[in-house]
């Protein structure tokens, strides 16, 4: 009987607003209806009570645990959340006055309460909201004439990317197995090689996306297993047959898959990282607080800088790390003209056909001619590593053993890099530093889909200036929302460099790489033996 009431209040207090605004629809000096969103983080049912004038106000309905209602009022109404089964000092949980720019209200949930603050619904309000937040604070640093190298991707063509995540296959055969991506066609397009008991790179992929692992014969090419991606999974075994159930890499993976479980009880977020989990030992600059704060300065050492340039640098904040996005700072005016014609002079002659992956093969997903520069090839390029050692925070000797080659790329028109990380878990790429040497006339831009609830962000810098971002977060895992991509250009010719920069320094980044080559059918073989 209490319910069929509460149904009929709810349902007359529709009627009212519904009423109102039929009513007030033609008259200009009445204020219009709004429609807004109410979300309920408690782990109880909640009731909603809109103040009007009454002792405990007009019931207007309930709100489910980890639930949300859509409301109509008016700028100005007031509501109270109240919970009924509290004492009457900790009945009201919250209240709202509805303003004319929000359209989001939400009931909190206890800061000591863990479990809610990862459940998949927190962090997809969080993340909505922030696209929210984001958008208002674009427009107005823009109506300002502030960082117009900044906009959103509303207007760009949406395609699955938004969605993209990381995985990674294991192989935990005695043989080796290739992993295809299962476009359709006859035997599916060729991503790697698996060695036995080893696993993938971290593959870039989208929900529904299937792929294949098949043992190679000569010729002939027999399924092992078919996965088909589901947002919700990030490592997809071949799991061993019964004699290599104890084998120490299968029970490393056994552990590694109990931690990834935990980590994302504790955290909300998926362990994409390698295991054991090792911190970076280089620094990460802290998130910025909002979204155009200059968040760090800095300083140049005299030998790292023209004695005409600027002393110091600033690191612009364009997201505020997780949930908004990863961690992105926009960085003016860190090469000179000069300079950036001088890297594009030693980089033509040696431009070639650029390419992907550990194993270095060409993809459709990349168009673009690249060449590498080495940090000391002249006294000009070791100034100006010296200048990037000092930007990313860490010393000469660090940046020597942790800094890849720097990679310079040209993209013609049509030409792009479509959606990708630049970590695996191979190979612990902490940071990339890109700097635009020419700007195109339209296009190119590099954008972060997976920012600000998926509205996206495209950086677009001028000449000279750079984007660092973070592809790994403080404690190792790797950063899923680091997702980018060098857009297409669309008129003109655009040139970049960019400095990939590992997590640790203690060793050669290279030697990471050597470890991480794909193993030949041979190569495996005689491991078996040896084994």
Not at 200 to 226: A, M, N, W
Not at 273 to 297: D, W
Not at 400 to 419: F, K
Not at 446 to 459: D, E, I, L, N, W
Request: with cysteine; proline share 6%; charged share 25%.
């Amino acid at each position: 009987v209490k319910k069929c009431h509460v149904m009929q209040f709810a349902h007359v207090w529709s009627l009212i607003l519904a009423l109102q605004a039929f009513l007030y629809a033609g008259d200009a000096d009445q204020p219009r209806p709004l429609q807004v969103t109410l979300y309920n983080f408690k782990e109880f049912e909640v009731e909603l009570r809109w103040q009007d004038g009454s002792e405990d106000g007009r019931f207007s309905g309930t709100l489910p645990s980890m639930g949300s209602v859509s409301q109509q009022t008016f700028t100005g109404h007031v509501f109270k959340v109240i919970n009924n089964n509290a004492s009457p000092k900790l009945r009201t949980l919250a209240t709202f006055t509805i303003s004319g720019n929000r359209t989001k209200y939400f009931v909190p949930p206890d800061l000591n309460n863990s479990a809610i603050h990862r459940h998949p619904s927190y962090i997809a309000y969080l993340q909505a909201n922030s696209a929210d937040t984001f958008l208002e604070r674009l427009t107005e640093l823009q109506k300002r004439g502030g960082l117009d190298e900044l906009s959103t991707l509303a207007d760009e063509p949406k395609d699955s990317g938004t969605e993209g995540f990381s995985v990674t296959f294991y192989n935990f055969r005695s043989f080796p197995l290739e992993l295809y991506f299962d476009d359709g066609s006859p035997t599916g397009k060729f991503t790697e090689q698996i060695s036995p008991m080893k696993a993938s790179e971290s593959q870039s992929t989208y929900i529904s996306h299937p792929f294949k692992l098949v043992r190679r014969d000569g010729e002939r090419l027999e399924l092992v297993q078919r996965f088909v991606m589901q947002h919700e999974i990030r490592h997809y075994v071949v799991e061993p047959e019964t004699q290599d159930a104890t084998h120490p890499e299968y029970l490393k993976f056994l552990d590694n898959r109990e931690f990834a479980e935990k980590y994302f009880q504790s955290t909300g977020i998926h362990w994409t990282g390698p295991y054991p989990a090792v911190a970076p030992s280089l620094p990460l600059y802290a998130a910025g607080k909002s979204i155009g704060e200059h968040a760090h300065t800095v300083t140049l050492r005299p030998e790292s800088r023209e004695s005409d340039t600027a002393s110091s640098v600033d690191l612009i904040a364009l997201t505020g790390g997780f949930p908004e996005g990863p961690r992105v700072f926009l960085i003016r005016d860190v090469l000179s003209p000069a300079e950036c014609e001088y890297i594009v002079s030693l980089a033509e002659p040696r431009l070639d056909v650029s390419k992907t992956g550990i194993d270095g093969r060409t993809s459709a997903l990349r168009t673009s001619k690249t060449a590498f520069l080495e940090h000391n090839e002249s006294l000009a390029l070791a100034k100006i590593h010296r200048r990037f050692a000092d930007i990313l925070n860490i010393t000469d000797h660090e940046l020597s053993m942790a800094g890849e080659p720097l990679q310079v790329v040209r993209y013609e028109q049509g030409q792009q890099y479509q959606v990708h990380h630049d970590f695996t878990q191979l190979t612990q790429r902490l940071a990339t530093l890109l700097v635009y040497l020419d700007e195109p006339s339209e296009g190119g831009g590099t954008s972060f889909p997976r920012a600000f609830g998926q509205v996206g962000m495209k950086v677009t810098p001028k000449r000279g200036s750079a984007i660092l971002f973070y592809s790994q977060y403080p404690d190792g895992n790797l950063d899923e929302m680091a997702l980018h991509a060098g857009m297409p250009v669309q008129q003109g010719v655009k040139r970049v460099c960019n400095l990939w920069l590992h997590s640790h320094a203690d060793r050669h980044w290279s030697k990471e790489r050597e470890e991480a080559q794909p193993t030949t059918v041979a190569e495996s073989a005689t491991k078996r033996e040896e084994l």
